[in-house]
């Protein structure tokens, strides 16, 4: 269900600029001969978009002109970023399941407060591998590191009715709490044939469009904002300069198909399934993975992903306490909070 938010189209399309050029900067890392740990890139990533580091870094779009820019309307919008370390008790610690990130999506309004919101998502990153050791990564190289009894225990977590209800905002509960966050270098890091395959996925034309337009079939009943969202994905389609997104947000239904075809079911004796690959990723953009940028814009902030379930923002946020009735606790490392604040707050 999407929330009722005061972001006007101007203020969605800074956003995700600004979290573009995270992107960029992440994304980067993994073009430059290095092969950074997923720990590394999710640090980095946190530390390009905290607001108390948004001085030290070198972002393209940095917080400060963000801020500037929101500020320039006269019904202005104020964003903040926020990333705190998590540590926990040595009780939680040992039988502590984590995951990378966790991102709360606080939303303010405060001329029609009853649309305030919060939403919370759980990620677990991540990194693409150059499987030939060539110079240059391929589209069938692969996500070594992913895990299938990782993904289970997702899977089982995810069907846990208390993490979606509640009560006080039953139309934001949606139930998508649990998502990977794929780390993918820039395209030019590619081989000639996979920047080719890689451009004809990332470009929403065609049958793309039609695709998400049918993922999305309330983009037409929910207001302006989401007509917005069309608008920009059509500008973006046509747009020779457009982003290359290499930090891909995937929902885990498409992997639970892929990986767990029965279900609970005892599987047959089949041969070991090949680790997930980037043209995997790449051909669902739009439909089961979206750029980090416009999850967090469109998704988040449009109340159509992520959780506002007591518990699982709880859990998001880090609380030892959520955890101790779990037999195996997922709990974040790092917890980044997007504050988007409308008007002023008033006594």
Not at 5 to 32: I, M
Not at 63 to 88: G, H, M, T, V, W
């Amino acid at each position: 269900m999407f929330a009722h938010n005061s972001l006007t189209p101007r203020d969605a399309k800074l956003l995700v600029r600004y979290f573009d050029g995270a992107d960029d900067v992440v994304s980067a890392r993994l073009t430059r001969g290095f092969s950074p740990h997923e720990d590394h890139l999710t640090s980095l990533l946190c530390e390009m978009l905290d607001d108390n580091l948004s001085a030290l870094n070198t972002l393209p779009y940095p917080l400060p002109k963000l801020k500037e820019d929101l500020a320039a309307d006269k019904r202005s919008l104020r964003a903040s970023l926020q990333i705190e370390a998590r540590k926990y008790p040595p009780h939680i610690e040992r039988r502590l399941t984590s995951s990378d990130l966790g991102i709360i999506v606080d939303y303010r309004d405060n001329f029609t407060p009853r649309n305030s919101f919060q939403k919370g998502a759980l990620f677990q990153a991540k990194k693409l591998y150059n499987q030939r050791n060539h110079e240059r990564y391929s589209i069938t190289d692969c996500f070594d590191e992913f895990d299938p009894d990782q993904l289970r225990r997702m899977l089982d977590m995810a069907t846990d009715p208390s993490l979606n209800a509640d009560p006080a905002h039953p139309e934001h509960s949606g139930g998508d709490l649990f998502h990977y966050l794929f780390y993918c270098p820039r395209v030019e890091a590619y081989d000639e044939p996979s920047q080719e395959e890689l451009w004809h996925h990332v470009i929403p034309a065609g049958n793309c469009l039609l695709r998400y337009w049918h993922h999305h079939p309330m983009w037409f009943a929910e207001g302006p904002l989401c007509l917005a969202e069309a608008h920009h994905l059509h500008e973006f389609a046509s747009d020779p300069s457009r982003h290359f997104p290499g930090l891909i947000v995937s929902d885990i239904g498409w992997l639970e198909s892929e990986y767990f075809p029965n279900g609970n079911q005892p599987a047959p004796p089949m041969p070991r399934k090949p680790k997930t690959r980037a043209r995997d990723v790449y051909e669902r953009l739009w439909a089961h993975t979206d750029p980090l940028s416009w999850f967090l814009v469109y998704g988040m902030l449009m109340g159509r992903c992520g959780s506002s379930g007591r518990r699982a923002l709880a859990l998001v946020m880090g609380n030892p306490d959520a955890a101790t009735q779990m037999d195996f606790p997922i709990l974040p490392r790092y917890v980044m909070t997007v504050r988007v604040e409308v008007g002023t707050q008033r006594g």
